[in-house]
Each structure stands twice: as C-alpha cells, then as structure tokens.
C-alpha cells in the first residue's frame, strides 16, 4: 500500500514529520507553504488530490492539518472515502476511513419473515432504523473533528485580535 502524505509547511513540521514517518516508514511527504482555513488556494493540495487513485493512503497528523472548515472538511472526507482513497488521522483514529468503512459494513443484514406482516414491518423497521443510527454515529464523530479544528482556528484568531488589541 502507498502512502501519500499531506502537510502544511509554514508551521514547524518536524514532529508532525516525526509522527508520520514513526508510524509509515515509506510515507512519502509531501509539504505545502500555504497556511489558512479554506481548501481554495492551496495549489499543493489540490495538485494532490487530482493524482490520489483508488487505493492511495492519505495520511495527516490530525483532522486539522486536512481541513479547519468543518463543511468542506466533511464533503472531501465523504469525497475521498467514496473514490476509494484511505484517510488516515494519527490524533484521530476514530474517524479513519476504515473506522468508517467498518460500520458500513457492520450494518444488521437480516429481514424477517415471521409469516406475520405487522411483526414484519415492525421488526424490520427497527433494524433498518438500527442501520441508520449505527452510519448516523459514525458521521456525527466526523463532524465532530472537524467541528473541533474549525474551533480551535476560530479560538487562534480571536486571540491574536485580542492580542493585537491590547497591544
């Protein structure tokens, strides 16, 4: 298996490099200078992103080193999972792909007969909606990560404005 792997560049790298490379010893890194919270813009990653095949390993330190908006965050994760390209989150491990992956596949695959059509409906009504809860969950935990990079840029700014303010 390939490993691609995204970092920004104007931050002090090393240990994310470090982290990286302790755990995929082939990680092949690949450095942007560009800092900021919008995917547009960022000429390396996109760059990336139009090479990254079915298969491909995307690697990031944490979830906010792939994105710090959590909309476009969510609609690239869904984007890459559903090309077949692996993510991979060292801080993260609960939203990788395969995580993912995994309780897709965990999905309750019975439908009753019990010869009762109400028992039926009722029964299998709730494994489907069982199904539903299991994927909701899994897509909550995503949102939730990103959710938490976009806070965690918004709480930076908010401090360097108060910083700046009180200077």
Known sequence: MGYVVYRLGKQNIERQERNILAKYPKAKIIKETY???????????????????????LVFDSVSRMSRNS????ELYEELFNKGI?????KEPHIDT??????????????????????????N?????LNKYTIALAQDQIKIAFNQAQKEVEDLHQRTRERHFDS
């Open 125 to 129: 009504g709730i494994i489907e909606s």
């Open 35 to 57: 800092t900021g919270t919008k995917l547009e813009g960022r000429k390396d990653f996109e760059n990336l992103l139009k090479i990254l095949q079915e298969g491909d390993t």
């Open 86 to 90: 692996e993510l991979i989150f060292l």
């Open 98 to 123: 395969s995580v993912y992956r995994q309780a897709l596949n965990n999905q309750i695959k019975l439908k009753l007969d019990t010869g009762n059509k109400a028992t039926n409906e009722l029964m």
């Open 71 to 74: 909309k476009e965050g969510c």
